[in-house]
């Protein structure tokens, strides 16, 4: 992923009456959060946070409460001031605006979803997603058509003519989330924008955004504190805590290399066969051809469990196991067709372990296939058993430092 389109370098956010005295020394030699306050009054926000997010990448910043996650997010917008250090985004160093410029560059650049829905209780729906172009001057017509368009992104064309209360909490939170897209920004900054839903609607909303992300491909900095909710939705995730940047990774990556304790405690508790997928698991293909003999195809197989046998185009159209090339030459025939079978299954590099755990059940070989069907991976199900004993074992291992 390139075009970076947001950048932070060693910002530091310290709130208290003096942030740029001791306890900003403090803070840069790493003393601890509580320890700062108790010294100094003041309260460490931010320590030293470097990262980018890339055009079309959903980056979220995970943590919980008072790990400064929120606190990064408003840098980005400067409804923040940094301590020091930098907040780039798109070429503009935003902690410089002021004024009109930085009224017009958040409304030009930026679309905010909240976790409270803050719609205009006295405002149909329309208005409500149209109002941001209201404040820019666009005109009737056009801000409704804008408005119309957001709406049916979101799926709530039918109710441009509602008021808020007579929407469900989940509408309303699309109704903002539409009003964040009316404009057209480069950039969604959402702050805990599911966090007051319900379990299932917070769901259908991840789904929805991540629907919406396919047609639109938006930058989005999404904050959470919800571990399941950043491993759905972020293309990267960042995890902070007492205002510093703990890890950063893809879902996949924090889950498979906690890179601390922290983070493994918190990916514990975490189905790791939603976030892992068939790519991060499957090993190369060795197919055999089909006009072996039965003791030539189970040397090639070698400590596999199987091998496929492809087309000219590379596509698999049958597969050997050990147990039907053993079963076969007990019957005499060192025929290694007659032992072939075409009841496999395949699936994509980009499924997850869950959505292929049932045809793992059968014991086969998986066929990992690419979108012309060609053979690009093998995966045995004692793979997929190994990986997640393997991650459970990373996990255990940072527990037992712990306690040592």
């Known amino acids: 992923m390139s075009n970076e389109l947001i950048r932070l370098e060693q910002v530091y956010k310290i709130f208290g009456p003096q942030p740029q005295g001791r306890a900003f020394d403090l803070a840069r030699a790493e003393?601890?959060?509580?320890?700062?306050?108790?010294?100094?009054?003041?309260?460490?926000?931010?320590r030293d946070a470097t990262f980018s997010v890339s055009q079309g990448e959903i980056f979220v910043v995970m943590g919980l409460s008072g790990s400064g996650k929120s606190t990064v997010l408003r840098t980005v917008n400067k409804l923040h001031e940094t301590t020091s250090g930098q907040v780039w985004v798109d070429g503009t160093d935003v902690q410089t605006l002021a004024g009109r410029d930085l009224q017009a560059f958040r409304r030009e650049k930026m679309g905010m979803v909240f976790q409270h829905f803050a719609l205009f209780p006295h405002r149909n729906v329309?208005?409500?997603?149209?109002?941001?172009?209201?404040?820019?001057?666009?005109?009737?017509?056009?801000?409704d058509q804008a408005a119309m368009k957001s709406l049916a992104l979101?799926?709530?064309?039918?109710?441009?003519?509602?008021?808020?209360?007579?929407?469900?909490?989940?509408?309303?939170?699309r109704v903002g989330l539409a009003r964040a897209l009316a404009s057209d920004p480069d950039i969604l900054l959402m702050d805990e924008a599911f966090s007051a839903l319900d379990?299932?609607?917070?769901?259908?909303?991840q789904d929805e955004l991540m629907d919406i992300q396919r047609e639109i491909?938006?930058?989005?900095?999404?904050?959470?504190?919800?571990?399941?909710?950043?491993?759905?939705?972020?293309?990267?995730v960042c995890i902070?805590?007492?205002?510093?940047?703990v890890q950063i990774g893809t879902p996949e990556e924090i889950l498979t290399e906690p890179a601390t304790a922290y983070v493994a405690e918190f990916v514990r508790d975490v189905d790791q066969g939603r976030v892992i997928t068939?790519?991060?698991?499957?090993?190369?293909?060795?197919?055999?051809?089909?006009?072996?003999?039965?003791?030539?195809?189970l040397s090639q197989i070698g400590d596999r469990a199987g091998a496929f046998v492809c087309d000219d185009a590379g596509r698999p159209e049958a597969i050997l196991t050990v147990g039907d090339c053993l079963r076969v030459g007990a019957l005499g025939s060192p025929v290694m067709t007659s032992?072939?079978?075409?009841?496999?299954?395949?699936?994509?590099?980009?499924?997850?372990?869950?959505?292929?755990?049932?045809a793992a059940g059968r014991g086969l070989p998986i066929g990992v296939v690419n979108r012309r069907g060609v053979l690009i991976g093998d995966l045995d199900p004692c793979l997929i058993m190994e990986e997640m004993g393997r991650v459970e074992g990373l996990i255990d291992g940072f527990e037992r430092e712990t306690y040592l």
Do not use: W
């Not at 329309?126 to 005109?139: E, R």
């Open 126 to 143: 329309i208005d409500n997603v149209g109002y941001g172009l209201k404040v820019q001057g666009v005109d009737k017509t056009e801000r």
């Open 278 to 297: 068939c790519a991060d698991v499957m090993v190369a293909p060795v197919p055999i051809r089909a006009d072996i003999s039965l003791e030539e195809a």
């Open 217 to 236: 491909r938006k930058t989005i900095l999404f904050i959470t504190h919800d571990l399941n909710e950043a491993l759905r939705i972020g293309d990267r």
């Open 199 to 205: 379990p299932l609607i917070r769901r259908q909303m």
């Open 154 to 173: 979101v799926g709530l064309e039918a109710y441009a003519d509602s008021v808020p209360r007579e929407l469900s909490g989940g509408m309303q939170q």
């Open 240 to 245: 902070m805590r007492d205002g510093a940047i």
């Open 31 to 46: 003393v601890g959060k509580d320890e700062i306050q108790r010294q100094t009054g003041h309260v460490i926000g931010v």
């Open 339 to 358: 032992a072939l079978r075409s009841d496999f299954d395949t699936t994509s590099p980009s499924n997850t372990l869950n959505e292929v755990y049932a």
